[in-house]
Every structure is written in C-alpha cells, then in structure tokens.
C-alpha cells in the first residue's frame, strides 16, 4: 500500500512545484508590466503600446492580486484544506486568461510576446496538470484536504523554493532579449536577494525533509 502511495505524492510534489512557479511568474509579469502600463512612451519600441496603457494598467492590478491571492492558495496545497483545489483551480484560470490576454495583445500590437508567453505557457501547463489530477483514478488518492506529512511538507515546500529562487537568479539571462532588461536592472538587488533567500531557504527544507522520519 506504501508503495502505491509514492507516485501520487510525488504527483503532489509536483502540483506544489509547479503552482509555485506559476504564483512567482505571475507575480513577476505584474510588477515588470508596471513600467509600459504607466510609462511605455518613455520606452522606445514599447511607445506603440501608448493607446493601450490602460489596458496594461488592468494586467497589472490583476496579475499583483492574483499572484498574492496564489501564495496562500499554495500554502494550502500543502497543508491542507478543503478548498484548496478549488482555489488553485481560479488562481490558474484567471492567471491563463490574464497571460493570454497580454500575450496575443502584444504579439499583436508589437510583434512580439515574450516574456508574457512564457508566462502564459506554464500558466496553462500547470493548469492542465491540476485538471488531469482530477481524474478519478489519481483524484480518488490524490487529497488536497489532508496536509501532508512532516517529511513530504518540508520537501515539498524546499523543492518548490529552489526552483523558484533558481528562476529569480538567472532572471536577467532569461529575460535580457526582451524589454524587461531595463526593469531587471532596477530590480537587481531585490531579485538576487530574493533568488538567494529561497534557494537557501529551500535547500534547508530539503535537508530537514531527509532527516525527518517517514
């Protein structure tokens, strides 16, 4: 029975990883979509995108708030709760909807997406992922009521933490090519600290997670 459990909380692992990715992405998309929904004039090729300020006005606000809304959705995740699923469910659907939204207005209006399409791509991945843990033969032994043992939690959590805090560090690598560069430079020490905080944070976990009896 032991043996068959293993699979599916590594299932669940995985819907915490990737949830926690999501929530850092779109948290991410809000705060660097700040400076064209408020300035874009102010940013050469982004000028083109002046007749739609408000509109990025609007991804902003709900990018931020759905973004915050998801870290005590993913918290739930872990421990447990009752509505858990359901509230994952809306965060990834309006983050989906959001991230579409920006990412065909954009490719639209300027030609280009990115960084909004990869957003929209592991929005959408992680929510397919959520969907198909709904199947009855993973959803009948797959609880998102239950909190997870100590063990699971902390490695869980730890894992989770380092995949995030490795995406804040290589940032800049990534996002270079596009306009974010600019927000990344202003952002740098922010970001590092913050990339530096969970990869510590998370390896801790991990480490704790080893040592604690299953």
């Keep these: ?5 293993k699979p599916l909380l590594a299932l669940r692992v995985i819907a915490v990883i990737l949830m926690g990715l999501t929530v850092l992405f779109t948290l991410m998309a809000g705060a660097g979509t700040t400076c064209v929904a408020f300035a874009a004039e102010k940013f050469g090729s982004m000028a083109v995108l002046v007749p739609y300020k408000w509109l990025y006005q609007i991804f902003v606000v709900v990018s931020l ?76 032994r797959i609880d998102f009521t239950q909190p997870m043992k100590s063990g699971a939690k902390k490695a869980a959590g730890g894992a989770a933490l380092i995949v995030c805090g490795l995406v804040l560090l290589t940032t800049y690598f990534w996002t270079a090519p596009t306009h974010l560069a600019v927000w990344i430079d202003v952002l740098r020490g922010p970001i590092l600290a913050g990339g530096w905080g969970m990869l510590l944070a998370g390896s801790g976990l991990l480490a704790s997670a080893v040592r604690t009896p299953a």
């Design 1 to 5: 029975m032991t043996e068959n459990k």
């Design 65 to 140: 708030a759905t973004g915050v809304w998801g870290i005590p959705v993913l918290l739930s995740l872990v421990r447990g709760s009752a509505k858990a699923y359901r509230n994952a469910l809306i965060v990834l659907v309006i983050g989906a909807l959001t991230a579409g939204v920006h990412m065909s207005v954009s490719q639209a209006v300027r030609g280009a997406s990115a960084p909004a399409n990869v957003r929209f791509y592991i929005t959408a991945f992680t929510l397919l992922v959520f969907l198909l843990l709904r199947l009855p033969p993973l959803w009948a």
